[in-house]
Structure formats: C-alpha cells, structure tokens
C-alpha cells in the first residue's frame, strides 16, 4: 500500500511540475481595457471580436515565433505597474515616454527607441475631393471654415476641436466618407492604414490626402525588465519579427476594422 502511495504522490508531482513548466512557457502580454480602436477593440477585461489591430498583430508574431502567449486586459495605468513588478512580461500600445523606462523597455537603436520595430503608428490623415481647398500646415488650419468627419472613436475628434473645427461624427470609416461622397462634408479624417484599405474596395470619386498627417506617432510593445534579464533572445527576435511582417499583416487585415468598433 505504502509502495502505490508513493507511485500515487510521484504521479501527482510530476504532473504538477509539468504544469508549472507549461505556464512557465507561456508569455503574459498586456493592453489597456480602454478602446483605441482600431488598435485595441472593446472596452473590459474580455477580448473583443475582432480584438484590434496591435493585438492581432502580437498573436500571429507569437504564432510565427512558435510562441504561447495569453492576453490580459487591465486599465491603463495597471498595465504598466504591473510591466514594473514582472506580473507582465509584456505590454502594449504605448509611445514612447522616458519616465516609461522604468516599467519596461522598448526596443532601442542608437539610444532611441527604434521606429522601425514600432508595432503601430497612430496617425490621421485628411482625405478631401481634389478641388476641396484646405490649407494645413501640420499645427493649424488657414481659412478653413468647412466641416470634416471622423469616427467617434477616434481621439483625431477632440484634437480638430481645439483647432475651431466643425467636426460631424460617424459611426465607422464607411459612413464618414459616404458623407463625403455626398458632399455633407468637406473632408475626411482618419487612420491612413483604415481609410486605404476601405477604399480599395469600393468605387469611388477621386480623392486626395491633405499633407503633412494630421497627426503621426510610433507606439511600441515593451517587455518587461524581469523579461529581458532572462530572455532577451526572445524579446528581439519578437521585435524583430513585428518589424518584418507589420505593415504587411497590417494592410491584409486592416478591412476587419472598416465598419466601425464592435459592440461592448
């Protein structure tokens, strides 16, 4: 009897050490339980369907990489406490701050951080009919009194506000330019890498973007210091592996997000 118990508790151990090895595999990446669509969908602790532009991106570089990871969804500023103490081993979509070295790092060259190994760009574009005149020069807007749309989702909304202009809200990508189209706005505002790739799918008027961006900015996925002191050699070819394949996974999928945020 003393023999099988001994079997019975070996069993158990073994099993257990096993499990602990698995999980011990297994990549923890963190994103903020607040919407930045189309980079990050949904709001809670759920992932949204689909989930957002970054996290699908994360997922098929993990996958590329052979790589098990999971997701946790947690407000913003848990995120990077939770980067700080190692209960993350990673952490997405932020720019790049230096008081946020302290929580994790970023992927660096030549002591910046490395725009090439970004895993988004969050920028907006004006999208207007070629005989529109809007006169931006990259801080501000000169004798223009018309009206632009964007998405409700989209902080761009807030920003052309404080610039005194009239901003009309839609729903998705889609309804935006359809009010273009019918001439109930002047122009569009919205993520270049959305409103390209929904406009490669219908047929539509002439149109042009208005330069410079209205905005442009690199956001990065961190790991944390506990991370990087054991495995580095993972966090690079991670990196590595989004600067390689983002912008073409990104343009592949980025229809998903055409027709607005899901619901809640």
């Keep these: 009897m003393k023999s099988l118990l001994t079997i019975f508790c070996t ?10 090895a698995d999980e011990a595999g297994l990549i923890t990446f963190g994103f903020n339980d607040a919407s930045a669509y189309p980079y990050l969908a949904g709001t809670g602790t759920e992932l949204a369907s689909p989930p957002g532009l970054s996290v699908e991106l994360v997922q098929y ?3 590329r990489l052979d790589l098990p990871i999971r997701f946790e ?4 500023m848990r995120v990077l406490h939770s980067l700080r103490v190692g209960k993350l081993d990673g952490a997405f979509l932020f720019s790049y701050r230096k008081a946020r070295e302290e929580f994790g790092v970023y992927p660096m060259s030549d002591g910046k951080p490395d725009a090439n190994q970004r895993l988004a760009t969050l920028g907006y574009t004006l999208y207007k009919r070629p005989k529109t005149r809007i006169n931006w020069d990259g801080k501000k807007f000169t004798g223009f009194t018309g009206r632009i749309a964007a998405n409700l989702n989209y902080s761009i909304v807030a920003d052309l506000r404080k610039l005194g202009i009239t901003v009309t809200e839609g729903r998705s990508t889609a309804q935006s330019f359809r009010m273009l189209f019918a001439d109930r706005v002047d122009a569009v505002a919205d993520q270049e890498t959305i409103a390209d790739s929904y406009l490669t799918t219908i047929d539509h008027p002439m149109l042009e973007k208005v330069t410079p961006p209205l905005s442009k900015k690199a956001y990065f996925l961190l790991f944390s210091h506990q991370f990087m002191r054991e495995h580095a050699d993972i966090a690079r070819r991670f990196w590595s592996e989004i600067a390689r394949t983002r912008d073409r996974f990104t343009d592949r999928i980025a229809y998903r997000y055409a027709n607005g945020a899901p619901a809640d």
């Design 73 to 76: 969804r947690q407000p913003g």
């Design 11 to 20: 069993a158990i151990l073994t099993v257990s050490s096993l499990a602990q």
């Design 61 to 63: 570089v993990a996958d």
